[in-house]
């Protein structure tokens, strides 16, 4: 850096660290969970609270309600500007505002809607995805202060964890305010804790639901039980159909791709398993570096599926179900051409001539 040295901005950010604490405390404390509405008035709450907080860094900001492709209301949403040359290069900076539920807060250590600092760590719905994010433009703009070099756009989304519907159309809607010449998107995650990191790609994704049938109606399964295998086994041998034997996604037509740059760099297996819990007794699904697999290679998850629940269930063959997957895609794969190649093998690899 040459107008700012390093140095200077690491004391900044660490003058301002417990105002961004605070900051990340207050919007934990919002509860903004877009599953309860996002058109309702906490999610209005939170984009006007992001809002306020960029206007104290030096950001025109307002918000606005977006519209879903059909013309119903959609999310509330964070836009915003500040211009310090007219020859000067164009940054937009994204994050969102809206943040997961708590299906079950017994499972918490804390108080999900209250941020605990435990071993410098600090914890509650959102505190990461994505209050991190918005913590993070504040945090820089204001350690950056008059010394900013460059223009500054900002779009903080409020439906993200729903999927986003209404983001082309806004997006059509507002051009002006997304022209830039560089987008920074503050969702994802650093190598590890220790190893600050630039994502420069991220696998897509796209969804598909999978309906199969193999009778009209339900019927007793000591009468027809054998010739005849339930809709939820069809299912599964489906779904069980797209890997092969080491756990690979082998389906023709999506994509897979080899890391490059800092991923050529593995990443370690125990901090993976310990990260997300996973059961010692598990062997890893796949080949290759586990980069990537995370990064580069595609993924399918089942994500859905319609079943009679264990409870009160009875001695029915199923004729039918619905199944959900979604597709995670190689970074360099249009997401449609990924989704009509899985559907395709879905609709080919149909078991006993069932219909998909």
Known sequence: MTALGAEEIR???????????????????????????????HMKRSAQFVADLLREVGVDTKVVQSHNPDGTPGAWEVIGSKNVSEDAPTVLLYAHHDVQPVPDPNVWNTDPFVGTEIDTRLYGRGAADDGGGIAIHSGALKALGDDL???????????????????????????????????????????????????????????????????????????????????????????????????????????????????????????????????????????????????????????????????????VISPETTFRLSLRTAPNQRPEEAQEALAKFMVEHAPFGAEV
């Open 149 to 315: 070099k460059v223009n500054i756009k900002v779009f903080i989304e409020g439906e993200e964890e729903m999927g986003s519907p209404s983001f082309i159309p806004f997006i059509e809607e507002h051009r002006d305010e997304f022209a830039s010449d560089v987008i920074i998107v503050a969702d994802s995650g650093n190598w590890s804790a220790e190893i600050p990191s630039l994502t420069t790609s991220l696998r897509g994704n796209t969804d598909i639901d999978v309906h199969i049938k193999a009778l009209e109606h339900p019927v007793h399964s000591g009468q027809y039980g054998g010739p005849i295998l339930d809709a939820n086994t069809l299912a599964a041998m489906l779904i069980s159909s797209m890997y092969d034997a080491n756990g690979d996604l082998a389906v023709p037509g999506v994509a897979s791709e080899e890391p490059v740059g800092g991923l050529q760099r593995d990443m370690d297996e125990a901090t993976v398993r310990a990260d997300a819990g996973i059961v010692e007794s598990y062997r890893l699904a796949g080949t290759g570096s586990l980069a990537a697999r995370l990064w580069t290679k595609p993924s399918v998850t089942v994500i859905g599926f319609d079943a009679h629940p264990v409870e009160e269930s009875f001695n």
């Open 11 to 41: 004391t900044r950010v660490e003058s301002d660290f417990n105002r961004i604490v605070d900051v990340l405390n207050q919007k934990i404390a919002l509860q903004s969970i877009s599953a309860k509405g996002i058109t309702a008035d």
